[in-house]
């Protein structure tokens, strides 16, 4: 099993700085890792697939890139409801699939 | 729009089976794409459970296979998720979603509480 390890755990910025936040996959799966954002008491929101591509109606302060087995999302200028935990995805050998542990991004 | 929905009783005895449904709107299950039950205990992180293609074809979570069963019904253009001998442990949010690339459209997720 394809183990996803995501730093930090908890991110403490101020809306208007930048966010840098990692995924390690255990084993190379290529471009295959996608994010999550998910907020309190909602289903999680898909960001970012296959790295570096933005679904449907994600601004563009929200970027993903990497290959292989690192990965980082960044959000460009941090918006008031951009706090909340962010989760990867990685899916070498779709529809098998695994999750990362989550990064709560809080304000600080 | 695509729109997903969970349904299910939200308490189920320990040894018991957990059942729930996932109804499908704004798109045909027959068209297309996996469809996945994802989950998340209390405070923690997501735990994919199992995916089905519209075809019947399944996969599944090895930590979970023995207890799980997911079937599809696209008459009914619904999926369902059986969750055998559960325990205090399984108790979650249960998600549904669409896999495409990634599983871009959830449902809101229903609380399964296995208690006595």
């Known amino acids: 099993e394809i183990v996803l390890t995501q730093s930090p755990a908890t991110l403490s910025l101020s809306p208007g700085e930048r966010a840098t936040l990692s995924c390690r996959a255990s084993q190379s799966v290529s471009s295959y890792l996608a994010w999550y954002q998910q907020k309190p008491g909602q289903a999680p929101r898909l960001l970012i697939y296959d790295a570096s591509n933005r679904a449907t109606g994600i601004p563009a302060r929200f970027s993903g890139s990497g290959s292989g087995t690192d990965f980082t999302l960044t959000i460009s200028s941090l918006e008031p409801e951009d706090f909340a935990v962010y989760y990867c995805q990685q899916r070498s050998n779709w529809p098998e699939n695994t999750f990362g542990q989550g990064t709560k991004l809080e304000i600080k | 729009q695509v729109q997903l929905q969970e349904s299910g009783p939200g308490l189920v005895k320990p040894s018991e089976t957990l059942s729930l449904t996932c109804a499908v709107s704004?798109?045909?299950?027959?068209?297309?794409?996996?469809w996945g039950w994802i989950r998340q205990p209390p405070g923690k992180g997501l735990e994919w459970i199992g995916s089905?293609?519209?075809?019947?074809?399944?996969y599944y979570n090895p930590s979970l296979k023995s207890r799980v069963t997911i079937s599809v019904d696209t008459s009914k253009n619904q999926f369902s998720l059986k969750l055998s001998s559960v325990t205090a442990a399984d108790t979650a949010v249960y998600y549904c979603?669409?896999?495409?690339?990634?599983?871009?459209?959830w449902g809101q997720g229903t609380m399964v509480t296995v208690s006595s």
């Open positions: 089905i293609y519209h075809s019947g074809s399944t």
């Open positions: 979603a669409r896999a495409t690339r990634a599983f871009d459209i």
């Open positions: 704004g798109y045909s299950i027959s068209s297309g794409y996996y």
